[in-house]
């Protein structure tokens, strides 16, 4: 048995304070989001309908590179952090690899994944300006459950629209935002507008982000003192989650390495982010040399397949344009098991520094994912939520191609959150009932094809 270290911790007092705001440093800005009538550059103040004003500030924040994180919060992060960064010396074994691979396990947070960073920094923002309610969808029901913990913690009500798909694949997930107190909703549904469209359409429409957001967004703007809360793909989402990355900066010096490759799965980029950014800041100002992988899935390829255009964030274009790696805000993914990453669109900043290549993209088949996830589990122990399993997979290449080279490079990736709740996949996968999804490029070309080109 080999006495060396596995866990790297920080002390209370060693968590970071302030979170790392990667606009203030990037060589170029995200383009502006417009607004969708106009076209006009938005102001934070043209957001305040939607969000919570001190979240449309940060939204735009291009300047400040470090936000200090708000007392409150950082109380309750004291619950769960600092995560873990364990060394994963079982999966180092079963590879054979001379790489040193390393996760940060954000799934040992309360529920269950990152998401719960952002949720309770965006609802603390929405109690102080005095909101009452929040509302947001979900997809496979993290953001859901984590945003319906973070309302309970902070006082306030939360409306949750759940993509169908996941509502009837993943009741547990409903049943935890309903025992926090959320109430939640299958989308498409018929209580907006926007769901009745879809049904009118298709009455047996399964549901996608896009319209989930269509919804929540819909109720927030005909509700007073209500806001719409998102769980991924803006810029104060990725801000909030960079607590991932910075403390996992500290562990690695603790572990006293730094990574070669840092890794994480990509629905919206918000773990991604979370994970990156902080290393990416040494890319950028210090010469550090460390490649960057989103890990996205073969049936939803944004990063790797889609264009870089001004798109909508959900289905009806209510939000504002966002410049972005897109399929198109009316692309309907497979019905994959990584339900969380099922967007059709990929964040403002993570698209900037993908096109200034700062960072790369890999696409996955969800039977290599579900393979990575099964050998990690047995040589973990911990059974990886289906979009960590992208992450996974991402790492155990890499780990593969290092054995190749007899390189001894130094991995970390995103181990995003757990998959208790999301064993149905596995019972899928084990009985060999679960397919892969090839996207013809007519069809992608067909749906980008129908974007503004206003870049
Ligand atoms: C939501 C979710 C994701 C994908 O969202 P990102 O914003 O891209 O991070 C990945 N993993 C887990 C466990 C999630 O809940």
Known sequence: MSTKQKRFFLAEEEIPTQWYNIQADMPNKPLPPLHPAT???????????????????QELNVTDRW??????????????????????????????????????NESVSPVGSHKLNSALAQAYYCKQEGVTNVTTETGAGQWGCALSYAAKVFGLE????????????????????????AQVTPSPSM???AGKDVITRDPNNQGSLGTAISEAVELAM??????????????HVALHQTIIGLEAE????????????????????????????????????DGKHTRFVAAEPASCPKLTRGVFQYDFGDLSGLTPLLPMYTLGHDFMPANIHAGGLRYHGAGMIISQLLKDNLMEAVDLYQSETFEAGLLFSKVEGI???????????????EAKACKESGEE????????????????????YLAGSLQDYDIPQEQIDANTSKLDKII
């Open 39 to 57: 076209h006009e550059p938005m102001k934070a103040e043209d957001l305040y309908p939607i969000f919570a004003k001190e979240l449309c500030h």
């Open 222 to 235: 005909t509700t007073p003192n209500c806001k719409y809360v998102l769980g991924s793909v803006l810029n």
């Open 191 to 193: 209580s907006t507008r």
């Open 383 to 397: 059974i990886p939520a289906p979009e960590s399993c992208h992450a996974i997979a991402a790492a155990i290449r």
């Open 67 to 104: 936000i200090d994180i708000p007392e409150e919060v950082r109380d309750m992060y004291k619950y769960y952090r600092s995560t873990p960064l364990v060394r994963a010396y079982g999966l180092e074994k079963a590879l054979d690899t001379p790489a040193h691979i390393y996760f940060k």
């Open 250 to 285: 500290k562990q690695m010096e603790k572990a006293g390495e730094y990574p070669d490759i840092v890794i994480g799965c990509f629905g919206g980029g918000s773990n991604f982010a979370g994970i990156s950014f902080p290393f990416l800041r040494h890319n950028i100002l």
């Open 158 to 181: 939360a409306a949750v629209y759940q993509v169908k798909i996941s509502y009837n694949q993943k009741p547990y997930r409903r049943s935890i935002m309903q025992t926090y107190g």
């Open 409 to 428: 490079k130094v991995i970390l990736f995103n181990l995003s959150g757990h998959g208790l709740i999301d064993m149905s996949a596995y019972d899928m």
